[in-house]
């Protein structure tokens, strides 16, 4: 008979077998104010290095086939069914940053030259994929179910800055987006899943969205 020690005997080696944390050493996380809302469904690898302050919800795998081949900062919110996985190249993740919950996340570095860098207060939201050499900046958003293939968008301002000028770029809509550099104040609308090969991207300035509040003379507006 299956007692309750053995259950977790059993999981624990299986992890172990595979470069994830045990469950013990999961939970372990949360002295440094981590929060593991369901371990038995959270995987992460023993080479993660991993913040402070951060939430991860059930069913998530963090994989890394190397020490620090992917890096978490602090005050992070990752929802389920969102996989990391560097498994030739890296991954870097700063802090405030939220993947999903809008469908889960998928960053995969796993190729040797791929390297992923996200900064902070990004959201990432509605199944997006991010692959190969891609840099996203403070601030930056993919907002759909969009892949991101070794491309970048320029540091700015987060979603809650006032001036849409000032703001990070930002992927919406659905389909690919490669080899791509989007700047500061910029928004790539996406509407295909397979867009004909070096079909342009529809790129807009932010205030086509969001327009830049107006005020009158003499108005008070502090």
Do not use: C, W
Not at 2 to 15: P, Y
Not at 21 to 45: K, Q, Y
Not at 128 to 151: D, P, R
């Amino acid at each position: 008979m299956l007692t309750s020690d053995n259950l977790i005997a059993n999981i624990d080696a299986q992890r172990r077998e595979n470069g994830f944390r045990t469950l013990a050493e999961t939970m372990e996380l949360t002295g440094n104010g981590n929060t593991i809302l369901d371990p038995f469904s959270t995987l992460i690898s023993v080479h993660a290095k991993i913040g402070r302050g951060n939430t991860f919800y059930p069913n998530i795998v963090i994989r890394a086939n190397s020490p620090e081949a992917v890096v978490i900062g602090n005050e992070n919110t990752v929802y389920a069914q969102s996989y990391i996985e560097a498994s030739g190249g890296t991954i870097t993740i700063g802090s405030n940053n939220q993947f999903g919950p809008e469908g889960g996340v998928t960053v995969k570095a796993n190729t040797p030259d791929s390297a992923i860098r996200i900064g902070d207060h990004g959201r990432y939201l509605g199944g997006v994929t991010i692959l190969g050499k891609s840099s996203l900046g403070n601030g930056a958003q993919i907002l759909g179910s969009i892949t991101f293939e070794s491309s970048s968008l320029e540091a700015g301002g987060s979603f809650t800055e006032q001036n849409p000028d000032l703001r990070a770029a930002v992927v919406k809509g659905r389909g690919l987006i490669r080899n791509q550099d989007i700047q500061q104040g910029h928004v790539a609308v996406l509407g295909e899943v397979s867009p004909p090969v070096n079909t342009p991207v529809n790129i807009l300035p932010q205030s086509h969205f969001h327009p830049k509040k107006t005020y009158n003379a003499g108005e008070n507006h502090a």
